[in-house]
């Protein structure tokens, strides 16, 4: 079945940087556009960045945009998001997520997230 | 950008009851690109609904979506103790390319 676990998150302090991975397994990785969501503590979801499924294009959220660049190896199954000039505010639960579109027995179709990793914990702080 | 507001903020009701969640959109979202997933605590978020109205795997028939345009429902017939959790929409806009996610509603028990 799908598998999804991010590892690299830890302590930081502000400014310096961090690489988070997501190693993907039961599926075709080369076929589905990856995401990273996080959690701030206590707080609601808040989407970060996607990458298309062939590494093609990357678009972000304008909070993390020139500062946090996602990538992917298709060869190692393997998502990543290198996180540089870290703030206070970038504290949170990261997630990855897998991006598919899903369609029922009445020809509805959606786009969603239907697989996510039990996320990693980043804390930004001197 | 396009801006989800979900309603109420909380709900607090007894097992045995209907939820009725809203999530409104500021300007008109496809209903191909409004999802539904419901979080609990310390874990991840579970896909429910996608596509505004489809149930996603293994969801029991007891949670049902609808909606267009600007307003999406998403209800719980007869809530089960295991429905209390956070609940959140979301739309995937395509140009550009971005996720937005409502703010939550936390359904909780009365």
């Known amino acids: 079945q799908v598998h999804l676990v991010e590892s690299g998150g830890g302590v930081v302090q502000p400014g310096r940087s961090l690489r988070l991975s997501c190693a993907a397994s039961?599926?075709?990785?080369?076929?589905?556009?990856m995401h990273w969501v996080r959690q701030a503590p206590g707080k609601g979801l808040e989407w970060v960045a996607v990458i298309w499924h062939d590494g093609s294009s990357q678009y972000y959220a304008d909070s993390v945009k020139g500062r946090f660049t996602i990538s992917r190896d298709n060869s190692k199954n393997t998502l990543f998001l290198q996180m540089d000039s870290l703030r206070v505010e970038d504290t949170a639960v990261y997630y990855c997520?897998?991006?598919?579109?899903?369609?029922?027995?009445?020809?509805?179709?959606?786009?969603?997230?239907?697989?996510w990793g039990q996320g990693t914990l980043v804390t930004v702080s001197s | 950008e396009i801006v989800l507001t979900q309603s109420p903020g909380t709900l607090s009701l007894s097992p045995g009851e209907r939820a009725t969640l809203s999530c409104r959109a500021s300007?008109?979202?496809?209903?191909?690109?409004l999802a539904w997933y419901q979080q609990k605590p310390g874990q991840a978020p579970r896909l429910l609904i996608y596509g505004a109205s489809s149930r996603a795997t293994d969801i029991p028939d007891r949670f049902s979506g609808s909606g267009s345009g600007t307003d999406f429902t998403l209800t719980i017939s007869r809530l089960e103790p295991e429905d209390f959790a956070v609940y959140y929409c979301h739309q995937y806009g395509i140009s550009p390319p971005k996720i937005t996610f409502g703010q939550g509603t936390r359904l909780e028990i009365k």
């Open positions: 300007q008109s979202v496809s209903s191909s690109y």
């Open positions: 039961g599926f075709d990785f080369s076929d589905n556009g």
């Open positions: 997520a897998r991006s598919v579109w899903l369609s029922d027995s009445y020809g509805n179709r959606g786009y969603c997230f239907d697989y």
